[in-house]
């Protein structure tokens, strides 16, 4: 199939692909390139392509080329035979925590080979659209996973995998970039551009709010109150709050993409001097791309589904729970390769191309990936609100306001990155131990509630520490308020 395709369009790829490359690749890499795609092709390696240019059937040419170039152009490649595996695994019987891991490691490379194959189209379809494009396929393996599990009515499994992505990419992507950043620049300082991090911690802080408010129906009602219509009102606030998220989403797209680009694209900028970049160049043709593009997708979807369906038994064969392998284990190996692009950026001193890639991928899981996922949720029928649950929604707090306060002022060093990376290992820590059934904390949220918001409190004073009147008459206003609710629990 994918040989005939190669040969329909063969004449359209060789004759306008190569000019219309080569005419928009300065302006791709200058303005079109997103951090995203940038970190993932720092695992992908040059493809050999003297033997396969020998060949002389054309068509064939073509598909041997592609093949090289999709299959074999990345240093992921070796993972590549778990895919079979986990499918003839699937038919020949195979224990379901074997199945679990197989399709586990064969996602980690078709993650980075579509963020190669949205790459390639970029350079046919222009900087903008491009962009637009990764921006839309980049979280596609967690938007996958949440849809086959949301079929399958696991909620649970769809909530835990998306707050562990958010976590993974702000806690462990960041803290480990920053961390060897620093001990690789020990005699360097390193600087990053502050107004892009801010953007992104706007917005996950309004991500938040939406999370927090679902949440505290449970406890703002009297005890006549039934459980029905506290979770009618958090469902309806929590769609509602979906539509409102989607739309900061959009509006984060075009400040990104069109109005405000110039943020984005200041690590890329200092490229522009360097003459030892290379002029990059489409190795594929457009259609050949999205060929690629839509069998990676079904090839991911298909793993995706043996991943929701034996999490459960290899949750009770390796001894570890569901929250656990959800929250920790899938974001880790799902995203690994965009992970590592990060961290090589960071041993370079590029710390913007890896701020925007765990800062960037944490925003467009929180105010995308989890909004759609409620929007598909209501459309199959679905009862699945932003209600996260108190340790989560706890942790996902702690998490932004403890990264926020490690960016605040533009510079980097090791010690930031350990720090976050201890406090990843605590989280971890907490969920492999965590046995408590989710009732038994509920008293224990009405004391950390007050906490946190005094914590967001802080965070905001810190961007607007120029009107102390305000921020003064902020804290006597959240003590009011702490005192009232602290009464409320108490007496309850």
């Given amino acids: 199939m994918a040989g005939i395709v190669q040969e329909q369009w063969s004449a359209a790829e060789n004759g306008n692909a190569t000019m219309t490359a080569k005419g928009s690749s300065r302006e791709l890499r200058h303005g079109g390139r997103t951090a995203h795609s940038m970190s993932s092709s720092s695992l992908r390696k040059k493809s050999d392509l003297r033997v396969i240019q020998k060949v002389p059937y054309k068509g064939l040419k073509d598909f041997l080329s592609n093949l090289q170039e999709v299959i074999l152009g990345t240093k992921l490649a070796i993972l590549f035979p778990a895919i079979p595996a986990a499918i003839i695994g699937t038919y020949c019987g195979f224990s379901q925590p074997w199945i679990f891991g197989l399709s586990l490691l064969g996602l980690t490379p078709l993650a980075e080979r579509v963020s190669f194959l949205t790459e390639q189209l970029a350079f046919y379809t222009g900087p903008t659209l491009g962009g637009l494009l990764n921006a839309t396929c980049g979280n596609a393996t967690e938007l996958i996973i949440a849809i086959l599990a949301l079929t399958n009515h696991k909620v649970a499994v769809v909530k835990y995998s998306l707050l562990g992505s958010i976590l993974s990419n702000l806690l462990l992507v960041l803290g480990t970039s920053l961390f060897c950043g620093g001990i690789a620049n020990l005699r360097r300082e390193q600087r990053f ?83 030892n970049v290379e002029e990059e160049t489409a190795v594929i043709g457009f259609w050949s791309g999205f060929v690629w593009l839509v069998g990676m997708t079904l090839v991911i979807a298909l793993l995706s589904e043996y991943v929701v369906a034996t999490i459960e038994e290899a949750s009770e064969s390796w001894g570890l729970s569901v929250s656990f392998i959800s929250i920790i284990l899938l974001p880790i190996v799902g995203n690994a390769a965009e992970h590592a692009g990060a961290i090589i950026f960071a041993f370079k001193n590029k710390l913007d ?118 921020v003064h008459l902020g804290h006597q206003l959240m003590n009011n308020v702490a005192a009232a609710v602290g009464e409320g629990v108490f007496s309850s």
């Fill in 193 to 275: 551009d502050r107004k892009q991090a801010d953007v992104n911690f706007f917005l996950l802080l309004m991500g938040l709010l939406c999370h927090l408010l679902p949440m505290l129906f449970g406890y703002v009602g009297n005890g006549e109150t039934s459980a029905d219509l506290i979770a009618d009102m958090s469902l309806s606030l929590s769609r509602a709050s979906s539509i409102v998220m989607l739309i900061s989403y959009i509006a984060y797209l075009v400040f990104q993409l069109w109005t405000h680009r110039q943020l984005f694209d200041a690590q890329d900028q200092e490229d522009e001097f360097d003459d």
């Fill in 353 to 470: 191309i890896s701020l925007g890639v765990a800062l960037g991928s944490a925003t467009q899981i929180g105010l995308f990936v989890v909004p759609l996922t409620i929007i598909v949720a209501w459309i199959l029928g679905i009862n699945m609100d932003l209600n996260f649950n108190l340790l989560e929604t706890g942790s996902l707090a702690l998490s932004i306001i403890i990264t926020a306060f490690t960016l605040q002022d533009g510079t980097s060093h090791y010690m930031k990155g350990l720090v976050l990376l201890l406090c990843y290992i605590i989280i971890a820590i907490c969920f492999f131990v965590d046995k408590l059934p989710q009732s038994e904390l509920n008293f224990i949220f009405y004391i950390s509630c007050i906490h946190v918001t005094r914590w967001i409190l802080i965070v905001t004073e810190m961007f607007i520490s120029e009107q102390p009147n305000a």
